[in-house]
């Protein structure tokens, strides 16, 4: 059979063009493929594995071999050198979830690569180019149940979840629960995940590596397959980067800072905060923040440049009174905030500041912008030029902040909370009202 020809050289790099088509491999805890963690594909959230046409509900799933060069990947490859801007990549599109977009991220990695990307790329979008950037979330282990998380990235939430009968069983992104589904996936997992992120690994293609869950520090595969990678002598080759809630730092005798990042080319650590004390704690349900401190200061201590350890701070609700702690986390640690608002793709997600009517929202932002710069300020005028939930969903609103309010209390009374959004709220008299006002 005749080769498809090869990609027309192109004069520059289209502006919307990622290179982690042609570099990078994500695989969700569930076993679910996009193209990267925040791509937005036609059938995520779990319903792609489901045979739902035929009518069978039977669980198939792909693997690497069958996705890299799949009509949905070659159809991205062909439209990105096209110049073409995919609905696939909204996110980083429009920003949604902060200024620094992942399409800036792998082209700083991965530029070296843009011309063999040409050469290598046929006039059908595929690809002779293999992935050494990954994101393989082996599971939803986790130990926390951050309350704007939920069962797909947490088995925690997910133990939870089923302990209440809270799960929605009509929903089809729901079905990766079913008993014998998720039997399927944990072999599937077992078997064909692990083989391929082994074969990378012994094959010397791991050049960047993105651990996440889940808890990635609870996962067993974190530290045996790094610990592989030091050990084959590759350890020097290696860009490690994490995102972690950071409640455990070594794994039988194995410390993370000493064992494993000390013996990388580079690395960084971003270290998942909310809030800090109280309202920390009630964000991110399982966080200790004395042990967390303890545990971001030992990583502090063996840094060679503040970019290694970083604060991960999701902007919440609660968490608009916790803006200027984290500033002033930051500044005594002499590290970055990498920033974040809340992901809100529906407006039943009260724990956004998003939720709020504009004019509360407005005036707090003005209040505290003021003593803050970087990331934390980003994020903020992003705040005031983003469409509210009320603004973007005028008729869905109402009705959708009242189902948002409900799943909140009702977490409250299963978790025995003490310490609730509406004390944490009472610090702002007025938008304590407009939480009392919402009907529920």
């Known amino acids: 059979m005749q080769k498809p020809d090869i990609m027309p050289t192109l004069p520059e790099k289209p502006e919307t063009l990622c290179m982690a088509p042609w570099t990078h491999t994500y695989l969700s805890p569930q076993t679910e493929r996009r193209l990267c963690c925040a791509s937005r594909e036609p059938s995520q959230n779990f319903e792609q594995y489901i045979d739902t046409a035929a009518g069978t509900g039977k669980y198939i799933p792909i693997t690497l071999d069958e996705h890299w060069n799949s009509e949905h990947m070659k159809s991205v490859r062909r439209r990105m050198l096209a110049g073409e801007t995919l609905p696939e990549c909204e996110v980083c599109n429009d920003k949604l979830l902060n200024t620094s977009v992942y399409r800036d991220y792998f082209w700083h990695l991965f530029k ?16 002779t180019m293999q992935p050494v950037s990954w994101d393989y979330r082996f599971s939803n282990l986790c130990n926390f149940k951050c309350r704007m998380c939920g069962d797909m990235l947490s088995s925690a939430w997910e133990s939870e979840q089923r302990q209440h009968n809270m799960i929605n069983w009509s929903n089809p992104k729901n079905n990766w629960m079913i008993p014998e589904v998720k039997k399927q996936i944990e072999q599937f997992q077992e078997n064909q995940i692990e083989a391929e992120f082994s074969k990378a690994v012994e094959e010397h293609r791991v050049e960047e590596v993105y651990w996440v869950g889940g808890e990635p520090l609870m ?77 971001f200061s030992q990583g502090v201590a063996i840094q060679t440049n503040r970019r290694q350890m970083r604060i991960d701070f999701t902007l919440t609700l609660p968490g608009m009174f916790e803006v200027g702690n984290i500033r002033d986390l ?44 970087g990331a934390l300020k980003d994020i903020l005028v992003q705040l005031k030029t983003r469409p509210t939930f009320a603004e973007q969903w005028p008729n869905e609103y109402q009705a959708a902040i ?9 977490l409250e009374h299963i978790r025995k909370d003490t310490y609730t959004m509406a004390d944490i709220l009472a610090i702002r008299p007025a938008v304590l009202e407009w939480w009392n006002s919402i009907d529920s």
Not at 402 to 410: D, S
């Open 112 to 127: 070296h690569k843009y011309d063999y990307i040409q050469e290598t790329t046929d006039s059908d979008g595929s690809t």
């Open 219 to 295: 996962y067993e595969q974190h530290w045996r397959y790094m610990q592989r990678i030091i050990n084959l002598g590759d350890g020097r080759n290696v860009y490690a980067r994490y995102n972690t809630n950071l409640s455990r730092i070594n794994y039988k005798g194995i410390n993370l800072y000493r064992d494993i990042l000390n013996n990388l080319r580079d690395w960084q650590v971003c270290a998942s905060l909310d809030g800090t004390g109280p309202i920390g704690e009630y964000i991110r349900t399982g966080l200790n923040y004395t042990a967390w401190r303890d545990n």
């Open 330 to 373: 930051a500044r005594e640690f002499g590290v970055e905030v990498l920033a974040k608002v809340i992901f809100s793709f529906t407006p039943d997600i009260v724990m956004s500041p998003l939720a709020l009517p504009r004019h509360l929202l407005d005036a707090w932002v003005d209040e505290i912008i003021v003593d803050v710069d």
């Open 402 to 410: 009242v189902k948002g309010k409900r799943r909140i209390l009702e």
